[in-house]
């Protein structure tokens, strides 16, 4: 399987020492540049975490098309929107401008949500499940909207006094072939069927909230062996995409052993928690040399099954240093796991 590989930024910024990134714009304009480079260097695709009431990116469509005006070939998308937070109409509108702007290479990232900052931070945004909906419901009572509106449906009557037309009217402008480029952060196995029936792509959370006693890779191979038969069940035309993240540092400077020569050093599994009053799993990074890394991914069942990895950064190292680290495991590791570079 010929395996894309982007990078994926939780956009942090803090004024702390040692940061590069210390103020919102920072946080902006570096994603542009980093996107700039690792489109050089020949990654993929550039993706973005949203979250909201935090000092992380949270407004995507604005970065993703300046991102789009900058390049020309890497796809640009998210991981993930929280659908909770989104009026799906202006988002139908703001994701088709985008995708159009790039020339259709919006991948884009949307989901319940994971655990944020704020209590019940969607409601200031006006959005309070409805009486016997979770918050969960309502995400996917939006998504059921903004698909439709993206895919052309008449989502509003239109006004006699402007249009003899009696058709419902859908949003403008409409982007051909976005609705086949939405995919769904799932976080178990049984929303990983869910999103193959649906008819998305499936983009496997970097934790997962559910725990059997399997690996991490082991339990997410599973998710997406379960996905993958229920959409050949579901009688879908085109074949889905999968991705996985990975925190992938290999250590092949001074620089990189300062920042990450104790992780290397350290015993490195994976990590179970509680989250939403539940059991959740963690997976591990691969930390060290480019070969013993390279030995350690291609045992990864979820990596190997996956056509997309999404490789989560270091953004608060600065611009030069995640271009470093992009450059390295394109050169070093990605092509032992079945990545070519794309011209």
Do not use: C
Not at 40 to 59: M, N, P, T
Not at 92 to 102: N, P, R
Not at 162 to 171: D, G, H
């Amino acid at each position: 399987m010929d395996k894309r590989i982007g990078f994926l930024s939780f956009g942090h910024w803090q004024a702390i020492p040692g940061s590069q990134v210390r103020t919102a714009r920072d946080v902006l304009t570096q994603s542009v540049e980093l996107a700039v480079a690792a489109e050089e260097i020949g990654i993929d695709g550039a993706y973005f975490r949203v979250h909201h009431f935090a000092q992380q990116l949270a407004s995507p469509f604005p970065l993703l098309a300046a991102i789009a005006a900058r390049t020309s070939r890497i796809e640009i998308g998210t991981g993930v929107i929280d659908m909770r937070y989104e009026n799906p109409l202006y988002m139908a509108e703001e994701a088709a401008a985008t995708d159009l702007i790039s020339d259709q290479r919006l991948q884009l990232g949307i989901s319940r949500g994971s655990p944020e900052p704020a209590l019940h931070g969607y409601e200031a945004f006006g959005y309070v499940p409805a009486e016997g909906r979770t918050d969960a419901d309502e995400a996917r009572v939006h998504t059921e909207l903004f698909r439709a509106a993206i895919d052309g449906a008449g989502v509003v009557l239109p006004n006699p006094q402007m249009s003899r037309s009696v058709a419902p009217l859908s949003i403008q402008p409409q982007s051909p072939g976005l609705p086949d480029r939405i995919w769904w952060g799932s976080g178990t196995r049984k929303t990983a069927v869910w999103t193959a029936e649906q008819g998305m792509n499936l983009m496997s959370s970097t934790l997962l909230t559910e725990d059997t006693g399997v690996p991490f890779d082991e339990l997410q191979a599973e998710q997406i062996a379960l996905y993958r038969a229920a959409w050949v069940e579901a009688g879908w035309p085109r074949e889905p995409r999968v991705s996985v993240s990975r925190s992938i540092l290999p250590i092949v400077t001074a620089q990189d052993r300062q920042y990450f020569g104790s992780m290397a050093a350290g015993e490195r599994s994976d990590q179970v928690g509680y989250l939403d009053g539940g059991l959740a799993r963690f997976g591990k990074s691969y930390v060290g040399e480019p070969d013993q890394i390279v030995a350690e991914l291609v045992q990864d069942a979820a990596v190997q099954a996956a056509d997309t990895i999404l490789l989560t950064v270091p953004n608060q190292l600065g611009v030069d240093y995640n271009a470093h680290l992009l450059d390295t495991i394109a050169r070093h590791i990605a092509p032992a796991i079945g990545w070519s570079k794309k011209e």
